[in-house]
């Protein structure tokens, strides 16, 4: 008996005296942070008002740590607990990406938190993309609602962006607000950029061109690329799918005394030829890019900064018949599209040693691109050098000043017609210098009430004088209510040629039918933000509505005849007007998520022998629907992430009036799902299948490509009984070997041809 009880004594003095403890504090720089969760293995508390927070009573041995808080990263890492030890230690949060209010510089040039921004602003930032991580920006654009990426190309998959409904070329693409992605390179320009250097995206739904110029005229894109001196020492992001894409994202940060220095670099590797609709030719275009990126940043005396960054490009892309290989480029035997581009590009940012607070900002681009469709060559050249001085002056503490002084050089030449001196049978690269002057002005006449007028001034030498105002009211309603109205101009100049990529594909000629003139559009946009919840839960509603007005419109005539691409001003005006909602939100750092819905009304109202004609534009949707779901569980590490998007029917581009293709898309969704799992702050591993319910737009069609079997259009090469191929309106005839009277054509589509994948991929950081 004695023996027991010696041995229960000894086992009860064992645990009293292994139970250790551990105490610390939640800080975010030198502040404390209140009620934040701090979770111990089975164990929660929160800190108290000065951040602290205990747990007694331990035993020994490894646990697993994990503090969260609404609008910070969750920190999770092991912590190891001896016997008799009394344990403290800092918890450092970062604020998190997904913030609901975010400082943003891309509505009126200076930095600005989102919600005291006169001009709406949606801002996106590296956390959303991952929850579908993509090989690049371009892609994870899909998520965002508005906003969606158009391939133009069934072959070589080359695409843009669209805005509300409005093409492309409407959109203006910047890096850190330099325009160094247009014309051209707007096909790649969001191709190939390091996802680890990327802070933000934010977007402008509506003109901008009172302070960004010409292309801004639909909406704005600007990426923005992490401060050297902010990010981790090193981060890599690696991901492979079933498909055998293969993706490699690197950077690595290094910095002295007085500059800090960021290299990133992107590689993508797609070379498995895949034909899952049976047509003989790839679903998606092979592709082997490398992209290289290095940002500098120099903090001078009294804290003025200068920053200097520069990217280049490399990318081989083909699509085309499944046997084509290198040797058939440029021949007609065997079909493939094959394009090299080449891509360097610089961009700077300057404070002067002045006592005011003044900036040169530059940029400029070399876009090299040698292209093959089919037995057509396409050889692009576009230079963009661009300058601007930006005064930043505080008349008060509620009223500032901002002016600009901007030029812009562009060059651009081809092997085609655009760029012909017909008369003389000579080469006339498009070269011209824009230069501009704009001046902005904020006030705040009273505590909540603010209010932006801007006027901008462009000198084109073809296009003369451009003028372009703006005006913005934001009205705080109450404290976390907001209304914003924005109402202003937008311009185009015209880059010929460059503007539709779907002309360059060999399938139809290009005509142009008279000298266009510069597009103008005036754009009203009526905005509200609410603002829900406490610091656990937390609600952004954003609702808007918006009508924009297109003169001398440029649109690409599809139908007049079925082998060319017709331009034209448009002998009338177009619409363009809708309306959006969107809710963001963070439910206990568990639940966040992003759900929209856009509707819209695209028109273009053309006058015909008097009668006016009223016609939805090719590839427009009239709604749309995105969402973004992601639910954490920290004590696991683990997160689950739903994505997807849902397109209303769009009208399309026919072949013949003989096609029979459906004139209209049906409804369409493409869904995504993916788990992550955290091993520490530093280590992730993520995976989960794309395009959850294998929809691709072959699914409801008898072929997509028009005549695949005869991509050279040879065997419309006859004279039967005194008829040729063409009738005397120059449409194909209708055959017996020809029963819908087309000719080769890939630039029926409007969705990926991608089908369902599973993906598995890793991130790694070193702060």
Known sequence: MKGWITLVCLLVSQLVFSQASLKGRVISGDSALANATVGLGKYMTRSDSSGSFVFENLPKGRHHLTVTMVGYKPIHQAIDLKEEEAKSIDVKLEASDTELDN?????????????????????????????????????????????????????????????????????????????????????????????????????????????????????????????????????????????????????????????????????????????????????????????????????????????????????????????????????????????????????????????????????????????????????????????????????????????????????????????????????????????????????????????????????????????????????????????????GTGFRVVNLFTEEHAALTGARAVEIREALRPEKSYNANLNFSQELGNRSVQFLLDASAWYTFFHNQIIADYDTDPNKIIYDNLNGHSISRGFSVNTEFNIHQKLKGNVGFTLQDVNKIEKNNGKKIRERPMLTEKWSSTWSLSYSIPIHGLTFDYTGNVYGPMRLPLASEHDPRPPFSGVWSQQNLQLTKWFSARLEAFGGVKNLLDWTSAKNNDFIIARAHDPFDKKLDYDRDGKTDVDANGKVLVTPENPYGLTFDPGYVYAPNQGRRFFLGLRFKVQ
């Open 103 to 487: 400082v943003v510089v891309t509505g009126t040039m200076r930095p600005v938190m989102r919600s005291q921004s006169p001009i709406t602003v949606d801002v996106y930032t590296p956390q959303f993309f991952k929850r579908n991580p993509s090989p690049s920006i371009f892609e994870s654009l899909q998520m965002v609602n508005g906003v969606r990426p158009q391939i133009n190309c069934n072959v070589c998959n080359t695409g843009d962006i669209h805005i509300n409904g409005l093409e492309g070329p409407y959109t203006m693409v910047t890096i850190d607000g330099m325009p160094i992605v247009s014309s051209l390179a707007s096909v790649y320009g969001l191709f190939g950029i390091p996802a680890q250097l990327i802070e933000r995206v934010e977007v402008i739904k509506g003109p901008a061109s009172g302070l960004y110029g010409s292309e801004a005229i639909g909406g704005l894109i600007n990426i923005i690329t992490r401060s050297p001196e902010k990010a981790p020492a090193f981060m890599a992001n690696v991901m492979s799918t079933t498909w055998q894409e293969h993706l490699v994202d690197l950077g690595y940060k290094f910095s002295g005394k007085s500059a800090a220095s960021l290299v990133g670099v992107n590689y993508y590797n797609y070379l498995q030829p895949r034909d899952d609709n049976g047509d003989g030719f790839t679903d998606v275009a092979l592709q082997h890019r490398v992209s290289v990126f290095n940002k500098w940043r120099w903090l001078r005396k009294k804290n003025r900064e200068a920053t200097l960054a520069g990217r280049f490009f490399y990318e081989d892309r083909w699509g085309g018949e499944m046997r084509w290989t290198p040797e058939f480029r440029g021949t007609d035997s065997v079909y493939g599209e094959s394009i090299y581009t080449k891509r360097w590009e610089l961009i700077g940012r300057y404070q002067l040693p002045v006592r005011e607070k003044m900036f040169f900002l530059f940029s400029g681009t070399i876009h090299d691109q040698d292209s093959y469709y089919g037995n057509i060559p396409y050889i692009g050249k576009q230079h963009i050098a661009f300058g601007q001085l930006l005064w930043d002056k505080d008349l008060s503490e509620k009223d500032q000043l901002l002016v600009g002084l901007a030029a812009r050089y562009h060059y651009y030449d081809d092997n085609s017609t655009a760029t012909t001196d017909t008369t003389n049978k000579t080469n006339r690269p498009d070269e011209h210098i824009i230069p501009g002057v704009f001046v902005q002005h904020e006030w705040k006449p009273g505590s909540k009430l603010a209010m932006l007028a801007g006027l901008r001034y462009d000198r084109h030498p073809v296009h003369k004088g451009i003028i372009t105002p703006r005006i913005a009211v934001k009205w705080n309603t109450t404290e976390k209510q907001v209304l914003r109205l924005n109402a």
